[in-house]
Structures are given as C-alpha cells and as structure tokens.
C-alpha cells in the first residue's frame, strides 16, 4: 500500500458563524482545530490511487468531541476512514461553539 498523507485545507476554509471568546484572541481555533483533526487522521493504512477530496461536516458536543454529520465524497471508504477516526474523538481546542455546524474540506492524496 502506498503511503497516503492527508493535507488539510488552511484553517481559513473552515466556515465558522459563532466563535466564542478563546483565552489566547491571537490564536485561531480553526487553525488549532485543523492540527488536531491532522493528527487524528495522518497515522493510516488508507490506499487511494488517485487524490481524494471531500466535504466533512460535524458538531462538538457537550462533551468536547467530534460527531461527524456527514462526509461528501464520491469514494465511500473515505467517508468510512473519516467516520471511524473522527467519530466521538475528544478535542483539545478552545473557543469552539458546542453543538454549532462546521464544515471544513478534506483531501487524501496519494
């Protein structure tokens, strides 16, 4: 299996409505996000022949993790991949709006 590294789009893309006040203003938590969600994924076995993108959509809940809503991607083993690492995955990152909708594009490439 070829050695598949997942880039993640700049913390700018994620699409944020509400941010709440964080106790570092000059840190970004979409970027701080985007790192962690990096980690989470960047450790896998997954095999893509080509490059892969896709569109995740998910919450925070109450207790501080990941539940994915959906994954929009033409290949259905990324949305398994996606769901089955990020699914109830307990985050670290501040300044985050429990139970808001964030969506943030991904991209596996091979």
């Known amino acids: 299996m070829k050695k598949v590294s ?57 207790e501080g993790e990941i ?3 959906t994954v929009d991607s033409a290949d259905e083993n990324v949305a398994l991949f996606v769901k089955g690492r990020l699914n109830y995955q307990k985050i670290d990152t501040e300044g985050l709006t429990k139970g808001q909708m964030y969506s943030m594009p991904l991209r596996i490439t091979a």
């Open 6 to 62: 997942i880039v993640l789009a700049a913390a700018a893309m994620l699409s944020f409505s509400q941010v709440s006040a964080t106790p570092n203003p000059t840190e970004d938590p979409g970027k701080r996000l985007t790192q962690e969600i990096h980690g989470l994924l960047k450790e896998n076995n997954f095999a893509a022949n080509q490059d892969v993108v896709a569109q995740v959509r998910f919450m925070i809940n109450k």
């Open 67 to 69: 539940v994915i809503v």
